[in-house]
C-alpha cells in the first residue's frame, strides 16, 4: 500500500541536472536545425517557383522560335514555286498568279518580293563572275533593316551561300490561324504536362492544346516576330501549377523534417524514459537493502535479547520465560517471512521459480494461515473476523505459495492500519471462481498508484508508507503467485478508508 511518491531525482539532485543537460545538449540544437531548415525549405521554395517560371518562359522563347522558322520555311517554300522573276518584280499581282497557278493559298502573303544585287550570268568555267561592286549590293541587301511589318530570310544560290534578301508578309488570316494551327498540330514537340494557348492582340482564342475553364496561366509572353507580331502565346502545366507544385514539395519537405523531429523526440522521450527508470530502479534498490536491513535486524536483536535473558537465567517467573519464547518464535517467523519473499523473488527474476500445483483445500489453506498468524495479530490489538464459505470447491494451487500470498496480504493489513485495528477475512465460490478478500481499516491506496504498488521495490518516501519499513516485493510477489495460477489479485481502497485485496482463483478444472 503506497500513497503518492516524490520525484525520482529532486531538481538539486547531480543525475537529475546530468540528464536534464542532455537532453538540452540534444534537443537544443535539434529545434534551432529544425528553425533554419523550415526557413531554408520556404526560401528554396521561392526560389524554386522563380526557376520554375524562368524555365516556362524560356519554354515559351523557344516556342516562338520554332514557330517563326517554321513560318521562314514555308515563305521559302512559297517563294520558290513563285519563281526568282516573280519574286525579283516584286508585284503581288504576279505572285499570286504564281502562287496560285502551283496550287498554293494565292492570299496567303500581303507582301514577297527578293532583293537581290544584279545577277550575272555564270562564265565558261562554271563560276559566277562576281565584281566588287555586286559584292558592296550585296552586303548592302543583307544588312538593311526590314521594313515596317516584313520579315525576311536570306536567298540561298545554288553554292549554299546568300545572294539576297527574301522579305514577306503573311495574311493575318493565314499567320494567325494556319501556320499557327499547322506548327501545333504537325510540327511542334511538347510535353504532355503541357498547355498552350495562343489568342489576338484583342484577345481572340486562336488556338489551344487543351481548355482551360478558369483562363489561368502560369506565364505568357507577347511575339515580337512580324509575321506574327501582337499575338499572345501562354503556358500552364496540365495537372498542377508551378507554384502548387512548389508548395507540394515544400509541404512533403516540411512533413519529412517533422518526421525526423518527431523520431528525434521519441528518441530523445525514450533516452530520457529509460534514464529516469533506470535511477528510479538503482534508488528503489538502494531503499530495499535499507529497509530489508533494518527489518532484519528489528527481529534479529529481539531474539538476541529474549535468547540472552533466558540464557543468563533472569526471567522472573515462568508466564514471562513462555512470553519470551512466543515473541523469539513470532520473530523468527518474521525472519522466514521475508527471507522466503526474497528468495522466491530472486528465483521469479532469474525464472527458475517452479511450483507444485495439485487439488488444494483453499479453507484447510485460509485456517493454517490463520492459526499461524493469530498470535502477532492478536499481540498488537488487533480482531480479526474470518468467514469461510461452505463447501468451497478445490482450485488447482500450490499450497505454499498460495499461503504465502495470504500471509503478506494480513502483514500487510497489520502494517498499515493504524487507530482501527480490525481486520477481516472472507472466501468465497461463485461463476467458477474462489476469491480470498482481506480487508483492513488501514491507510489506504489512491486511486493512482493502485497499478503502481504491485511493481517491484515500489514504495512511497512520504507519509504513513514512509514511517513502516518493508520490502517492496510483497504485493509484486502476490502478483506473480495469483498470475502463475491462471488468476488474479483485485484491489479496492481509499485513502483513509482501509483496504481490500482479494486473490481470485479458477475453480479446479475452470482455469
Known amino acids: 500500500m503506497s500513497t503518492p511518491s516524490t520525484p525520482v531525482s529532486a531538481p538539486d539532485d547531480g543525475r537529475g541536472r546530468l540528464v536534464s543537460i542532455f537532453v538540452g545538449a540534444v534537443l537544443l540544437p535539434s529545434i534551432a536545425l529544425s528553425y533554419v531548415s523550415v526557413r531554408f525549405a520556404r526560401e528554396l521554395t521561392e526560389t524554386r517557383i522563380h526557376t520554375d517560371r524562368r524555365r516556362a518562359e524560356k519554354t515559351l522563347h523557344y516556342i516562338e522560335r520554332d514557330l517563326v522558322q517554321s513560318a521562314h520555311a514555308k515563305a521559302l517554300e512559297a517563294a520558290r514555286a513563285v519563281g526568282t522573276e516573280a519574286l525579283l518584280d516584286g508585284r503581288q499581282a504576279a505572285v499570286r498568279q504564281a502562287l496560285a497557278e502551283s496550287g498554293l493559298d494565292e492570299s496567303m502573303f500581303e507582301a514577297l518580293h527578293l532583293e537581290a544585287p544584279s545577277i550575272r550570268i555564270a562564265g565558261k568555267n562554271g563560276r559566277k563572275d562576281k565584281s566588287p561592286e555586286d559584292t558592296r549590293e550585296l552586303r548592302a541587301v543583307l544588312e538593311a533593316p526590314p521594313r515596317e511589318g516584313e520579315d525576311q530570310v536570306p536567298w540561298l544560290g545554288p553554292d549554299g551561300n546568300p545572294v539576297g534578301m527574301l522579305r514577306f508578309r503573311f495574311s493575318c488570316s493565314y499567320a494567325h490561324v494556319r501556320l499557327v494551327k499547322e506548327y501545333f498540330e504537325r510540327e511542334f514537340v511538347g510535353l504532355s504536362q503541357l498547355v498552350l494557348r495562343v489568342t489576338e492582340p484583342g484577345g481572340g482564342l486562336i488556338y489551344e492544346t487543351a481548355r482551360t475553364p478558369n483562363g489561368q496561366f502560369e506565364v505568357e509572353r507577347r511575339m515580337e516576330s512580324a509575321s506574327f507580331r501582337g499575338l499572345k502565346v501562354a503556358l500552364r502545366y496540365k495537372d498542377v501549377s508551378i507554384a502548387g507544385d512548389a508548395r507540394r514539395w515544400q509541404l512533403w519537405t516540411l512533413a519529412l523534417i517533422g518526421l525526423i523531429d518527431l523520431t528525434l523526440g521519441a528518441g530523445l522521450l525514450l533516452v530520457y524514459g529509460n534514464v529516469r527508470r533506470e535511477m528510479r530502479l538503482s534508488r528503489l534498490k538502494s531503499d530495499f537493502v535499507a529497509n530489508v536491513s533494518h527489518e532484519l535486524k528489528t527481529p534479529l536483536a529481539l531474539i538476541r535479547l529474549f535468547a540472552e535473558t533466558l540464557e543468563l537465567g533472569r ?22 517471512q521475508l527471507i522466503n519473499n526474497i528468495l522466491d523473488f530472486s528465483r521469479i527474476e532469474a525464472g527458475r521459480k517452479e511450483y507444485r500445483f495439485g487439488p488444494t483445500d483453499v479453507a484447510r489453506v485460509v485456517a493454517e494461515v490463520v492459526d499461524a498468524y493469530r498470535y ?6 488487533f480482531s480479526l473476523e474470518v468467514e469461510v464459505a461452505p463447501d468451497l470447491p478445490e482450485v488447482n494451487a500450490d499450497q505454499e505459495a498460495l499461503g504465502q500470498a495470504l500471509l503478506n496480504l494480513m502483514n500487510n493489513a497489520l502494517k498499515f492500519s493504524r487507530d482501527r485495528k480490525a481486520i477481516v477475512l472472507r472466501v468465497t465460490a461463485g461463476g467458477g471462481l474462489v476469491r480470498i478478500a482481506v480487508s483492513d481499516h488501514g491507510i489506504g491506496v489512491a486511486k493512482s498508484e493502485q497499478r503502481k504498488i504491485f511493481e517491484k521495490f515500489y514504495r512511497a518516501e512520504d507519509g504513513l508508507v514512509h514511517e513502516t519499513k518493508g520490502s517492496g516485493l510483497g504485493l509484486p510477489l502476490v502478483k506473480h503467485i495469483l498470475e502463475a495460477h491462471g488468476g488474479r489479485v483485485e484491489v479496492e481502497s481509499q485513502p483513509g478508508q482501509g483496504s481490500t485485496f482479494t486473490l481470485v482463483l479458477p475453480v479446479l478444472g475452470r482455469g
Do not use: C
Not at 315 to 336: C, F, G, H, W
Not at 376 to 381: K, N, T
Open 376 to 381: 502477532p495479530i492478536e499481540q498488537q490489538g
Open 315 to 336: 526471567v522472573p517467573s515462568k508466564e514471562k520465560a513462555d512470553q519470551y519464547y512466543r515473541i523469539i518464535n513470532k520473530e523468527s517467523q518474521r525472519l522466514t
